[in-house]
Nanobody, 122 residues
Framework: QVQLVESGGGSVQAGGSLKLSCAAS????????MGWYRQPPGKERESVSI???????SYADSVKGRFTISQDNTKNTLYLQMNSLKTEDTAVYYC????????????????WGQGTQVTVSS
């Protein structure tokens, strides 16, 4: 069973930065892709950023230019650098992974971490 463990969340003032990490219990260099999602208080979970096996990335419009997704295959770890944080970034952040052997056109995230809380105050 694959485990994903997020860390790096916390409380920060608006304009500040945080870097989230997601450590996987298996090699991530062969994933179809990995991603970060978040669930703000009282709202649905939403996609924040995706990184695919070819290295391509995508971001939600709300975080473009402020967040950067990356991965270190030597550490089996996914990262999310979050700069210029806003109060609306407050949420529980989850990492997810698609470890299928045969990747499809669309990613299918079947593995999820337990989440890490990010709170941005004004």
């Amino acid at each position: 069973q694959v485990q994903l463990v997020e860390s790096g969340g916390g409380s920060v003032q608006a304009g500040g930065s945080l870097k989230l990490s997601c450590a996987a219990s298996r090699y991530i260099d062969s994933t179809c892709g990995m991603g970060w999602y978040r669930q703000p208080p009282g709202k649905e979970r939403e996609s924040v950023s995706i990184i695919r096996s070819d290295g391509s990335t995508s971001y939600a419009d709300s975080v473009k230019g402020r967040f950067t997704i990356s991965q270190d295959n030597t550490k089996n770890t996914l990262y999310l650098q979050m700069n210029s944080l806003k109060t609306e970034d407050t949420a529980v952040y989850y990492c997810a992974a698609d470890f299928r052997t045969h990747c499809g056109v669309s990613l299918f995230f079947s593995y999820w971490g337990q989440g890490t809380q990010v709170t941005v105050s004004s």
